[in-house]
């Protein structure tokens, strides 16, 4: 018996399981290589949302089987979308995906059974934030394994998810190509600029004045900032002031309004919802009480976090490497062939890297969630001068915005004033000040870095891999970056991991368990 969960917003996504298995999660964005998509977003030079649909679904028979659905799960939003317009043509919502049963669930309550079910918790305090949804943006939740997720309170005057990445539309250094996107790629960008201004405490009431509402017109959003007493446009040490106090007043708020909710959770404290991507603020949280957040809080986890919901599993879910393999996986040996590709071996490599070489990984089943974490990665050394190489010459980015170092957990307090796993990219440590000089490029201006760890039996490869550098070169930590190509969301083809080596100043690239040099 096949269920299917889907979600319809930005990020849309399509979570698949068999009996209580759950199989695979597609992220939309990735099947059609268009950043952040919705299955609102008509693209008629590419594919359109119903052929998108149709194309997946034909995915999952193909691979799975899977030709009808017990249940349907989704929020109420995804059935307007799927009921209205050129959807209406294609019957009803159960017709569409060969369903026999329809299940609703809350924007927010998705996020929250994706925290707590992605945990080892019995139960849970469950903070989920973000932009909006259908049933709040600001809300508490009470979970237990047994009877999943019950909302206690909600924040209803707040909309901080959209403040935070409303200031980006006034930042001169945040390119003018992502306003279409703003709210979706500009909360990012604010955390690494941050980093390099200082708080306007003179301000401060302002901000918190400002962090205040709902303003659904672009008219009250823009009076809302006129508020602050700043230019429309901000540049120099201004900009990054103005930044830096708008990150400090949304952790100061945030810890203001779950104060209580934080220090009652006794360890047991799950932030989710696109906030939760906030690793600034997911740190200073940490320090009050141990916070768990998963590899995708934002709306991309979503369809998963449905199904989570409804299976209910007992025991942890762990969806790191839960994505597809590459769509174009039979084309492997005729790019061995091509480009004489030997078998890894991992000294070899550790010594290419070491002799600072940019490497791209390939290998199984892709990441679920914003970050790459070795299966689709850039990896390099964090020595001097890396991070401008990467940000000038691969990535194609701006100057400000970090690089994650990734290092075997039983080695990550060596290096970072951090106790324990740190998975997925979601906290920031400090790094030790012995460090600092060793690992210049990936240590922030502020002195923090956005931490992996990893163990053997998360990722073999990497692991291993950290291992031989550290034997090596005496320090076993790499740089570890997604692997796409500019504007793209991370990639999924070998094509386009090969497109990268040929046009960017990369200099290997893994393939699976092979090994490609450039000339």
């Not at 028979?61 to 939003?77: M, R, S």
């Not at 103005?242 to 959770?265: C, H, M, N, P, W």
């Not at 076993?476 to 960017?504: C, H, Q």
Request: charged fraction near 20%.
């Amino acid at each position: 018996m096949f269920n299917l969960s889907i979600y319809t917003g930005h990020n849309a996504s399509f979570t698949i399981s068999r009996d209580d298995e759950i199989l695979e999660v597609v992220e939309l964005e990735r099947w059609l290589n268009v950043k952040n998509i919705s299955l609102t977003w008509y693209l008629p030079t590419t594919h359109n949302p119903i052929h998108a649909v149709k194309e997946i679904l034909l995915y999952f028979k193909i691979k799975y089987g899977a030709d009808k659905y017990q249940n349907l799960i989704c929020n109420p939003t995804d059935l307007e979308v799927l009921t209205g317009g050129y959807w209406s043509a294609h019957g009803s919502v159960l017709d569409i995906f060969n369903a026999k049963n329809l299940i609703e669930m809350g924007h927010q309550e998705g996020h929250a059974y994706n925290a707590f079910y992605q945990t080892n918790l019995k139960e849970a305090t469950i903070i989920s934030f973000d932009g909006g949804g259908n049933d709040g943006c600001f809300n508490f939740y009470k979970a237990t394994r047994q009877n999943g997720v019950t909302l206690y309170r909600t924040e209803p005057d707040y909309n901080i998810g959209e403040k935070y990445a409303q200031i980006g539309f006034y930042c001169s250094s945040l390119s003018k190509q992502d306003r279409f996107q703003g709210y979706l790629v500009h909360s990012g960008k604010l955390m690494g600029l941050s980093a390099y201004g200082k708080i306007l405490h003179n301000n401060i009431n302002n901000f918190l004045e400002y962090y205040k509402g709902h303003h659904s017109t672009y008219e009250d959003k823009y009076n809302n900032y006129k508020k602050l007493g700043y230019p429309d446009e901000l540049t120099g040490q201004l900009e990054v002031d103005v930044v830096r106090t708008s990150q400090y007043a949304f952790e100061q708020l945030f810890e203001k309004l779950s104060y209580k909710d934080i220090i009652g959770s006794d360890d047991k404290l799950c932030l989710t919802g696109g906030c939760a991507l906030n690793v600034l603020n997911n740190t200073q949280v940490n320090k009050l009480t141990k916070t768990h957040v998963t590899p995708n809080p934002d709306d991309r986890g979503l369809s998963l976090g449905f199904m989570l919901g409804f299976l209910k599993p007992s025991d942890a879910f762990d969806s790191t490497y839960i994505g597809p393999e590459v769509w174009d996986r039979h084309l492997l040996h005729e790019y061995v062939n091509k480009y004489n590709a030997t078998e890894v071996d991992f000294t070899k490599l550790a010594e290419d890297l070491i002799s600072g070489k940019i490497i791209g990984i390939v290998r199984g089943r892709s990441e679920h969630g914003a970050r790459a974490l070795g299966n689709r990665s850039i990896l390099c050394m964090p020595t001097v001068g890396m991070k401008d190489i990467l940000n000038a010459k691969v990535k194609h980015r701006e100057y400000y915005r970090p690089f994650a170092p990734v290092t075997r957990l039983e080695d990550a307090n060596t290096y970072f004033d951090w106790e324990g796993e740190a998975r997925w990219m979601t906290f920031s440590p400090r790094v030790k000040t012995e460090y600092r000089s060793i690992l210049p490029s990936v240590t922030h201006i502020d002195n923090t870095a956005r931490l992996q760890t990893v163990t053997e039996m998360q990722n073999s490869f990497l692991y291993h891999l950290l291992g031989e550098v550290k034997r090596l070169s005496g320090v076993g930590v790499l740089i570890n970056t997604s692997f796409n190509i500019a504007g793209k969301p991370i990639l999924n083809t070998y094509r386009d991991a090969v497109w990268m080596l040929e046009n960017v100043e990369m200099d290997g690239l893994i393939l699976e368990n092979y090994y490609i040099k450039k000339d």
